[in-house]
């Protein structure tokens, strides 16, 4: 090959490779001139904010209005430019919102409905590190039970935390791209599975194994004798219902801290409220009940060691079936099935044939069982009367 033939050949060559080069570049770089790394005023926190209340109250009303021909166009519709949900996270949406309806029939199947709810969302922090901003946020949302049964609660209701992440395209408007619940339980308007630890094997032999409660309903009659054990089961309620969501400072508080959350350390303390005692010992040995503010042992605070300890010391005996549960029993849930406990609640009311649980990690309170095993209908179930 000459020189010449050469020298076009290597500049042929040079000019694909830049012409490749480009083509690798984002395609919104060939456009526009990119903005560079927004920043988040007041007035952008706010849309933040209004956009997560948008969200969150489109699915409350999902569960009380149905399906969305009956109640108009989602509140997230609404926004668009400068903060609005990306394409995937709308779909994702409307995902969440097919689940909610369905759920609302399979609760209109066993005699629940809302007769109307509210939600509000306050924003808590907000990092923004380029242009990717994670905002942290509370849910607060209350439904109204209408009245099928007549004597249902007045409502139930629950504080949930999640972390929003928005995403800034091009122009430097914002998109809103994830939606990840930050608590270890379980909310009302909830749609995918909780994230639960792996069961963590025990060396011990003599762990009782709890036989698991049937959901089908009704659930066969088997009256509770609220005064043959001196336990003051209406006592273990009112507590529940004092501190749901304002916790006892005579306790510590376990969010945060490893698999379930506070949700068993709550219960105890209902527990302890109407008549359970202490007893005392290794903090490690489930055979032993104990908790203040200094000191917890594990069956005080965790949810396998909690069945384990109600088990061993006969405070417990098992329910066939959850709906047989009354005011100071409690439930528990294998979210995975995998043998290992993953949450607990206690009845704090019960409205012809059907308990009403409360408990933290999601905080809440009168939330129905038949709402429980609509939102999680595969797992596992554990009733347990005190």
């Known amino acids: 090959m000459s020189r010449t033939r050469r020298r076009a050949a290597i500049l042929g060559a040079a000019a694909t490779s830049v012409v ?41 009303e999902a569960l009380v209005d149905g399906k969305r021909d009956k109640r108009g166009k989602p509140l997230t519709d ?16 409307d ?38 901003a994670k905002v942290a946020v509370t849910e607060t949302t209350t439904l109204t039970y209408e ?75 088997n009256a509770k004798n609220f005064t043959a054990s001196g336990l003051d089961y209406r006592a273990m309620a009112a507590y529940a219902k004092q501190y749901w969501s304002n916790y006892n400072p005579a306790y510590p508080n376990f969010n945060g801290h490893g698999a379930g959350g506070d949700c068993t350390n709550f219960v105890s303390q209902a527990l302890k409220a109407g008549g359970w005692k202490h007893v005392p010992g290794y903090v490690y040995d489930y055979t032993r009940w104990f908790g203040n503010a200094d000191i917890q042992s594990d069956s005080f605070v965790g949810v396998n060691e909690w069945s384990w300890f109600a088990q061993n010391s006969k405070r417990t005996t098992p329910l066939a079936n959850v709906y047989q549960l009354d005011v100071g029993d409690v439930l528990q849930v294998d979210f995975d099935k995998d043998g290992s406990k993953d949450h607990t609640m206690i009845v704090t009311s019960r409205s012809r044939g059907v308990p009403y649980v409360t408990y933290h990690s999601t905080n809440t309170y009168s939330r129905s069982v038949a709402s429980i095993i609509a939102s999680y209908p595969t797992a596992a179930y554990y009733a347990y009367r005190t």
Request: proline residues 5%; hydrophobic residues 35%; charged residues 25%.
């Open 147 to 221: 009245k099928v049964r007549g004597d249902e609660p007045k409502a139930t209701g629950f504080q949930a935390h999640h972390e929003l992440t928005f995403t800034a395209d091009r122009h430097g408007d914002w998109q809103l791209t994830g939606i990840r619940d930050t608590d270890e339980g379980l909310a009302v308007n909830q749609t995918a599975k909780p994230s639960v630890a792996p069961m963590v094997a025990t060396t011990t032999s003599t762990t009782p194994s709890a036989p698991k409660a049937s959901t089908s309903y009704p659930g066969p009659a």
């Open 20 to 60: 490749a080069g480009v083509a690798l570049l984002p395609n919104w770089s060939a456009g526009a001139a990119v903005v560079d790394d927004p920043k988040v005023d007041a007035g952008t926190k706010a849309t933040f904010q209004r956009l997560a209340d948008a969200v969150f109250t489109d699915r409350t």
């Open 78 to 93: 609404g926004f668009s430019g400068d903060v609005k949900l990306s394409s995937k996270q709308d779909r994702a949406e």
């Open 95 to 132: 995902a969440a919102l097919s689940s909610l309806d369905q759920r609302k029939e399979r609760l209109a199947q066993l005699g629940e409905k809302y007769s109307k709810g509210s939600t509000t969302v306050t924003l808590d922090a907000t990092n923004v590190k380029g242009r990717k």
